[in-house]
Structures are given as C-alpha cells and as structure tokens.
C-alpha cells in the first residue's frame, strides 16, 4: 500500500490531496484525475512562457507515467512550478498504516 499528499495550486488557490493505492500508478491516476498533468503541460506550453527545463521535467515524467513505469524518486521528487498552476509531492509513505499516516500529518486534505 502507498499514500502520497499533493499540493496542487490553480486559480482556486491551493488545496492538499491524498492518494492512496497498491502501486505508485493507481496513485498516479487518482493525480492525474483531479489534476490532468498532460492537459497542464500541453497549456503550458502553448503559453511560451515557461522555463524550457520546467517543462523536460513534466514531459520526461509525462513519459514514465504514459510507459506505466512511475517509480518512488519520480513521485517523490514532483515539484512543478508553472505560470498556470503548481503541483509537488509533500510525502510519499509505503505500508500499512501509510494512509494514517498521511490523515494524521494533513488532516484538512482531501482523500481520494
């Protein structure tokens, strides 16, 4: 079992999530469910105001999400930063007992 709270900030100002699953991917869809990170990117972009490296990082784990190969480092190193919303990873915990965890640290967030 894996739990994982985001911070995702957009026009509504920031809100914490939690996300739980067997693997880092159903974590990953439940992210991507409430947060369409290609659908970010693609905005981004189009935009052309983005730093070129901020947008590697989210293409590079756009890639490893889309080849179903999300590994621990990617999810808990997700920190982006963009002119239209920003999304980072707070905690990552593997076990049992990691979705209580996460509740106990971050009781206002929204648990998916």
Same mark, same amino acid.
């Given at each position: 079992?894996?739990?994982?709270?985001?911070?995702?900030?957009?026009?509504?100002?920031?809100?914490?999530?939690?996300?739980?699953?067997?693997?880092?991917? $159903?974590?990953? +869809?439940?992210?991507?469910? !409430?947060?369409?990170?290609? @659908? &970010?990117?693609?905005?981004?972009?189009?935009?052309?105001?983005?730093?070129?490296?901020?947008?590697?990082?989210?293409?590079?784990?756009?890639?490893?999400?889309?080849?179903?190969?999300?590994?621990?480092?990617?999810? $808990?190193?997700? +920190?982006?930063?963009?002119? !239209?919303?920003?999304?980072? @990873? &707070?905690?990552?915990?593997?076990?049992?007992?990691?979705?209580?965890?996460?509740?106990?640290?971050?009781?206002?967030?929204?648990?998916?």
């Amino acid at each position: 079992m894996y739990a994982a709270c985001f911070s995702i900030a957009g026009w509504a100002g920031p809100q914490l999530y939690i996300f739980s699953g067997e693997t880092l991917m $159903e974590i990953t +869809d439940k992210f991507n469910d !409430v947060q369409d990170i290609s @659908c &970010l990117a693609m905005m981004a972009q189009s935009m052309g105001a983005e730093d070129p490296g901020t947008i590697d990082r989210l293409d590079h784990y756009m890639g490893r999400y889309q080849n179903g190969n999300i590994q621990t480092k990617d999810l $808990e190193d997700f +920190d982006v930063k963009l002119s !239209v919303g920003e999304m980072k @990873c &707070l905690k990552l915990f593997k076990g049992k007992d990691a979705m209580a965890q996460l509740v106990k640290e971050y009781p206002d967030a929204i648990v998916k």
